[in-house]
């Protein structure tokens, strides 16, 4: 067969992840059926799951064996399975964002289109989702997304950026303390109050009248970190990279990872919104280390 125009492409997996390498346009005489190239040659650049899976191949055979241009083909393993990362960014009203591989390498595209149905994301949250690749971006975007359970980790830790979640240094703190918007950032006296049955923590905040603006007229933002044992060195901050971000809570929406790296989490708050005088319970739950938001309580609900 010529080698011009020729373009190996495989529909779907193949275990090892075989894309085009040249040619701009199939060539029919792949269609033809070689039968006795498919299991060494093949096996032996791509592995076995590639001669299994391949669409039957026409090669030239030469004096020396096969055709040289086989030694052309070049095998990306996109790994087997689904794959773990932290929602780096998303963009609720444009419906995408960008999730960062647990594994590492480049930030991987996702669109609403993606989402597992019920799947809202949020900055900072674990997410597993299939690899596929793009033919126009010439890259892999994410597709069936779900949100990651604890239990998925390995070792029974919780994983935060692709890493097992870390613990402020010298253990987990024996307080919480919020440090927020409303107070200047002063860390607050009084700490995060636990809920005896859950083991969680709590902290009311109410919106000021003079809180910065948002996103409606009438409402505003209050933002906060989370502070263990009244020090800085042991803050918390949304999960999902360095960048200066702010992850906005909501009662019913989607929880939040803390990150706790010492030196880190400058400008990564979260916060809630609403009108003056809204109140919300800020929840912290640090054997998850998940931050959320619910509606006040109260002895009487």
């Not at 492409?9 to 199939?26: D, E, H, K, M, N």
């Amino acid at each position: 067969m010529r080698q011009h125009g020729a373009m190996l492409r495989v529909a779907g997996r193949c275990g090892t992840g075989l894309r085009p390498l040249w040619g701009s346009s199939p060539a029919p005489a792949f269609a033809a059926v070689s039968a006795g190239l498919r299991t060494p040659a093949l096996s032996q650049h791509c592995g076995p799951a590639a001669s299994r899976l391949l669409p039957p191949l026409s090669l030239q055979r030469t004096a020396g064996g096969i055709s040289p241009w086989l030694s052309g083909i070049r095998c990306f393993n996109s790994g087997a399975g689904r794959k773990e990362g932290t929602v780096k960014m998303w963009n609720e009203e444009r419906g995408f964002g960008f999730l960062t591989p647990a594994g590492g390498g480049e930030d991987v595209f996702v669109h609403r289109s993606a989402l597992r149905e019920g799947v809202l994301l949020a900055p900072g949250q674990i997410v597993n989702f299939e690899a596929q690749w793009d033919d126009k971006k010439r890259k892999d975007r994410a597709a069936d997304v779900a949100i990651a359970e604890p239990q998925e980790s390995s070792g029974g830790e919780a994983p935060s950026g692709g890493q097992p979640a870390q613990q402020p240094s010298g253990g987990r703190p024996a307080a919480y303390n919020l440090a927020g918007s409303w107070a200047d950032w002063a860390i607050q006296r009084e700490p995060m109050a636990s809920d005896s049955s859950s083991g969680r923590l709590r902290h009311r905040i109410t919106v000021r009248s003079g809180a910065p603006k948002s996103g409606g007229s009438d409402s505003r933002r209050e933002e906060f970190q989370i502070v263990g044992d009244n020090s800085w060195d042991k803050r918390l901050y949304p999960a999902g990279g360095d960048k200066e971000e702010t992850v906005i809570l909501r009662p019913g929406g989607a929880t939040s990872r803390a990150a706790s790296e010492k030196g880190k989490g400058h400008g990564r708050n979260w916060a809630v919104e609403g009108r003056a005088g809204a109140a919300f319970d800020v929840i912290y739950d640090p054997e998850t280390q998940m931050v959320s938001c619910e509606q006040p309580f109260s002895e009487s609900r």
